[in-house]
């Protein structure tokens, strides 16, 4: 260590490894995730509302013609009030499964945080390479 372009160097060198391992990894997990999850098709929906004032339920109807329906949770009635744009996601392997977003939020998250650790990965490669004219 006979620079502080060393430690430098050092520093940039264990990001690049990081965040390509770390970042990877995530990927990994996320396509992992997908996978097990199967994959779910967007379908219009019909919001129907209860007669005894509890929640409304929600009614699609599959690829195949068949109609299904289910209790809103309370967390999602909020979402479902506008009937012009309801959409829900029904799953292939069980289509009387269904939520409101495409993707949950943990897919979400390991998305974004491998993106970042990449990104980092490689900017780090970028200082890398200019600390060797430097």
Excluded: Q
Excluded at 15 to 26: A, K, N
Excluded at 31 to 46: D, K, P, S, Y
């Amino acid at each position: 260590m006979d620079s502080p372009l060393d430690v430098i160097d050092l520093f940039v060198e264990l990001l690049i490894w990081l965040g390509f391992i770390l970042g990877g990894l995530c990927f990994l997990v996320l396509v992992i995730l997908r996978a097990a999850r199967g994959g779910w098709v967007e379908t219009e929906a019909v919001l129907v509302e209860a007669e005894d004032n509890s929640s409304p339920s929600v009614r699609w109807m599959t690829e195949d013609s068949v109609l299904y329906s289910a209790v809103l949770h309370p967390d999602d009635v909020e979402e479902a009030r506008d009937p012009e744009t309801l959409r829900v996601f029904y799953s292939r392997r069980a289509p009387h499964r269904f939520r409101m977003n495409a993707a949950p939020h943990g897919e979400k998250v390991f998305l974004v945080l491998g993106i970042v650790l990449v990104g980092a990965g490689t900017l780090a490669a970028i200082v890398s390479i200019v600390l060797l004219f430097v």
